[in-house]
Structure formats: structure tokens, C-alpha cells
């Protein structure tokens, strides 16, 4: 499916689901904490890339990000896209990707997702994002804690919007 609402702490760690932005975080804060914790000159820069995922589809996120977020998310404003002029090649906007999931098909500017798709969807996309921002928040803390925050300059880059 197209999104994953999960609740690692109710299983045990083996059977937990790989959470790849949770994984990049805590490698990046071990990464920060042995080498300021080891570096002798506290004069020296350094460079630390963080990649993280979210919010690429498939959409992963745990049960406590979807909590901040109503069952009735305010719906798109318009239902339906603008349709491309007769004969028109170019459509406004054609999202392939969500083809691949199974909960999500045929969807057209003639046939727009379902209102209970359409809150799914927005459910899932925001609480995405809301857990990718606590863990790129959990990285920006670990420069806190470690003193090195204020001399540090911190990127934040997207390919898309």
C-alpha cells in the first residue's frame, strides 16, 4: 500500500518495522557524538551529510505522528484538476508513481480519488512529514547537547518543493 501507520513499541525488536529515517538519525548522532567527543581541536570544521527519505512514497510513519492529525483533514478546495484542453497532449499533473500501490488506482482528472482516499492520503503525507521532522530535530538537539549548535551551519535541501 501507499502509506504504513506503525506502532514499533508494541512488538518486540525483531519483528519491528526498519524505519530507514530513524536508522539515519541514529547513525548520524552516534556519528556526531564520537567525533566531537574525540576530536582535539575544537577549532577544526566538519562536514556531516543526512539523508534522509520522507517523504517519498511508499509513506512510513509511526502511530504516535498520525496522532496529531483529525480523522477530518480539510479536503482539496477544487475536486477536480483542471482537464487538459480537447486533444491536448500535456496534462496538468499525472502522479505515475501512485500507480504502483494497490490502494490507489485509475486515478484520473475525470475520476479523482475517493474523499476517504483523499483524507488517507493527506493523513499519511503529513504524518510522514511530521516524523521526518522529529528525526532531522532529534540531529539538530544532538548538536545542541554536545555544545556545537552556534558554530555549526545546517543545510536543509530538497529535491522537490
Known sequence: TMSCEYNNTALPPSERFFDADEACADVAIQRLTNFISKRSDTEQPFFLAVGFQAPRLPWSFPASAASHYPADIPLAAHKNSPLPA????????????????????????????????????????????????????????????????????????????
Not at 508513481?97 to 479523482?112: A, C, I, K
Not at 503525507?125 to 540531529?139: E, M
Open 86 to 161: 480537447e486533444g491536448a497532449q500535456l496534462e496538468w499533473f499525472r502522479p505515475t508513481e501512485v500507480d504502483m500501490y494497490s490502494d490507489v488506482r485509475n486515478v484520473t482528472h475525470r475520476e479523482p480519488m475517493s474523499a476517504e482516499l483523499q483524507l488517507q492520503v493527506r493523513k499519511a503525507y503529513y504524518s510522514t512529514i511530521t516524523h521526518v521532522d522529529h528525526q532531522f530535530g532529534r540531529v539538530l538537539d544532538t548538536l545542541d547537547k554536545l555544545g556545537v549548535r552556534d558554530d555549526t551551519a545546517v543545510v536543509l535541501f530538497a529535491d522537490h518543493g
